[in-house]
């Protein structure tokens, strides 16, 4: 695999985006909201480089099944915290078709969030689906597929200390392993 992002520059990064984050909510509580899984190491590290008070909660969003290609979103919101009059901020792995945080941003404004902005750590430079852009982003990325860092290719890299590239070979070989 290739490595697009060492840790030292995900660790840099982070500490970019909570800087911003932090300069927009000058100290207002923040309800900060994981869309799992793919944010599940970027929402570990982030949150605790945030110094306003915070509640948090998870929303669970998929749209890769068993490949590197975009399917139909599923959201599953069983385990939402109320954010009825919050302030909420959603936080994603990567910005792609723009599809998962357009529905997800929806959905807060439906359970009646006073505000919602989005975080990332990756925006895939691509053509994106949606109107919307997230509102703080840490890097700009080609567009490949990528993993580490809390990205999976069938639920494996996500323990990735770095981001990376597959390729083909290793693609091949993932699935090969994963359907045993
Ligand atoms: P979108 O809804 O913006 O198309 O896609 C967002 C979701 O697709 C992300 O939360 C992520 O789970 C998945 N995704 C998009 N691009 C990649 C990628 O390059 N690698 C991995 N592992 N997941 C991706
Ligand atoms: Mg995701």
């Known amino acids: 695999m290739r490595?697009?992002?060492?840790?030292?520059?995900?660790?840099?990064?982070?500490?970019?985006?909570?800087?911003?984050?932090?300069?927009?909510?000058?100290?207002?509580?923040?309800?900060?909201?994981?869309?799992?899984?793919?944010?599940?190491?970027?929402?570990?590290?982030?949150?605790?480089?945030?110094?306003m008070p915070q509640r948090v909660g998870v929303i669970r969003a998929s749209s890769y099944r068993g490949g590197t290609t975009s399917c139909d979103l599923q959201v599953d919101a069983g385990m939402m915290i109320d954010v009825t009059g919050r302030d909420v901020l959603l936080v994603d792995d990567i910005f792609d078709t723009g599809k998962t945080l357009e529905r997800t941003s929806e959905m807060m404004k439906e359970f009646g969030a006073?505000?919602?902005?989005?975080?990332?750590?990756?925006?895939?430079?691509?053509?994106?689906l949606v109107q919307v852009r997230p509102n703080f982003v840490a890097f700009q990325i080609p567009d490949e597929f990528v993993v580490g860092y809390g990205l999976d290719y069938l639920d494996m890299y996500r323990n990735l200390p770095y981001l990376a590239v597959l390729d083909p070979a290793e693609i091949e070989a993932t699935a090969a392993e994963v359907e045993l």
């Open 114 to 128: 006073a505000s919602v902005q989005t975080a990332v750590l990756l925006h895939k430079q691509r053509e994106h």
């Open 3 to 51: 490595v697009l992002l060492s840790e030292d520059e995900l660790n840099q990064g982070v500490s970019r985006l909570a800087d911003e984050i932090d300069q927009h909510y000058e100290g207002r509580p923040l309800t900060v909201i994981a869309i799992m899984t793919g944010s599940l190491v970027l929402f570990a590290d982030l949150i605790r480089r945030l110094s």
